[in-house]
């Protein structure tokens, strides 16, 4: 399996080949820094400080060319630059998106594909606790619901890899925020997650799909990507709970979710 970086360097090389697998050989790729962030170019970026690397061919060996940040874009855009096509990981004026990409997570990232899979809705699970949490907090029974499906499949003795706990798959800093004393109890998980998401659809202004990514990859990490993260796993938990909301308004008895543009 290669790593992270490295399948984002795999898709820039591609297209400096010209085909979807390049030839063996050493090719120039520009590292520029801007802003206090990371982009690749096959050609100096106007307005960027920009070294050139020669790498190899051979993904599995490239350096480390995005620096302690990791990949740090999911799109590779195109654009024209003294009357050649010139592709970067920087959206610069005149650029148009060639393709987008998405990565795995990087070591030390929260984000994670959650423990429950898409399925049909569990309305059996800890009624009360929902209700509850709901009333108080004034987030959606069906969200909630949506979540703690996506996360530990209403697990409340799950833990994860990332050493998340309880149903809600609480990480131990938001646990010890919102004062859970026993992540294993499905009242505080739930309870604390709720006010947790309030929290978060208050700074997203309620855009759900912001709110599921920092659920899963961190309020850090939205920020640092200006929205969802390019990793495959946060992509894949979106996905997965806008699908279960739906079906969650619509077992409650509610209107299905609007639709919202893709991320």
Same mark, same amino acid.
């Given at each position: %399996? #290669?790593?992270?970086?490295a399948?984002?360097?795999?898709?820039l090389?591609?297209?400096?080949a010209?085909?979807?697998?390049?030839?063996a050989?050493a090719?120039?790729?520009?590292r520029?820094?801007?802003?206090?962030?990371v982009?690749?170019?096959?050609?100096p970026?106007p307005?960027? #400080?920009c070294?050139?690397r020669q790498i190899?061919?051979d993904a599995?060996q490239?350096p480390?060319?995005?620096g #302690? %940040?990791?990949?740090?874009?999911?799109?590779?855009?195109?654009?024209?630059?003294d009357g050649q096509?010139?592709?970067?990981t920087r959206d610069?004026?005149?650029s148009?998106?060639?393709?987008k990409?998405t990565?795995?997570?990087p070591?030390g990232?929260?984000a994670h594909p959650?423990?429950?899979?898409?399925?049909?809705? #569990?309305l059996d %699970?800890?009624p009360?606790?929902?209700?509850?949490?709901?009333?108080?907090t004034?987030?959606?029974d069906?969200?909630l619901?949506?979540?703690a499906?996506?996360?530990?499949?209403f697990?409340?003795r799950a833990?994860?890899?990332?050493?998340a706990?309880?149903? %809600?798959?609480?990480m131990?800093e938001?646990?010890?925020e919102?004062?859970?004393?026993d992540p294993?109890?499905s009242?505080?998980?739930i309870?604390a997650?709720?006010r947790?998401m309030?929290?978060?659809m208050?700074? +997203?202004?309620?855009?759900l799909t912001?709110?599921a990514?920092a +659920?899963?990859?961190?309020i850090?990490t939205?920020a640092?990507?200006?929205?969802?993260?390019?990793y495959?796993?946060?992509?894949? +938990?979106?996905a997965k709970?806008?699908?279960l909301y739906d079906?969650?308004?619509?077992a409650?008895?509610?209107?299905?979710?609007?639709e919202r543009?893709?991320?």
């Amino acid at each position: %399996m #290669r790593p992270p970086r490295a399948l984002a360097l795999v898709c820039l090389l591609a297209v400096l080949a010209g085909t979807g697998v390049p030839e063996a050989q050493a090719r120039t790729v520009y590292r520029c820094v801007r802003d206090g962030t990371v982009s690749l170019a096959t050609a100096p970026e106007p307005g960027s #400080r920009c070294e050139a690397r020669q790498i190899d061919d051979d993904a599995v060996q490239l350096p480390n060319l995005w620096g #302690r %940040m990791g990949v740090f874009s999911g799109t590779l855009y195109e654009r024209e630059q003294d009357g050649q096509p010139v592709y970067s990981t920087r959206d610069l004026p005149g650029s148009r998106v060639y393709l987008k990409f998405t990565v795995a997570t990087p070591p030390g990232e929260p984000a994670h594909p959650g423990l429950g899979k898409v399925g049909k809705p #569990r309305l059996d %699970m800890y009624p009360k606790d929902f209700r509850s949490a709901a009333r108080k907090t004034g987030v959606d029974d069906a969200w909630l619901r949506a979540i703690a499906h996506a996360e530990s499949d209403f697990d409340a003795r799950a833990v994860s890899s990332k050493g998340a706990k309880g149903v %809600m798959q609480l990480m131990p800093e938001v646990a010890s925020e919102y004062g859970v004393t026993d992540p294993f109890s499905s009242a505080q998980s739930i309870d604390a997650a709720a006010r947790h998401m309030k929290q978060l659809m208050r700074r +997203y202004k309620g855009d759900l799909t912001l709110v599921a990514a920092a +659920y899963n990859a961190g309020i850090g990490t939205v920020a640092r990507y200006g929205g969802v993260p390019p990793y495959a796993e946060t992509r894949e +938990y979106v996905a997965k709970v806008t699908a279960l909301y739906d079906i969650y308004l619509r077992a409650l008895g509610h209107k299905s979710a609007p639709e919202r543009p893709a991320q």
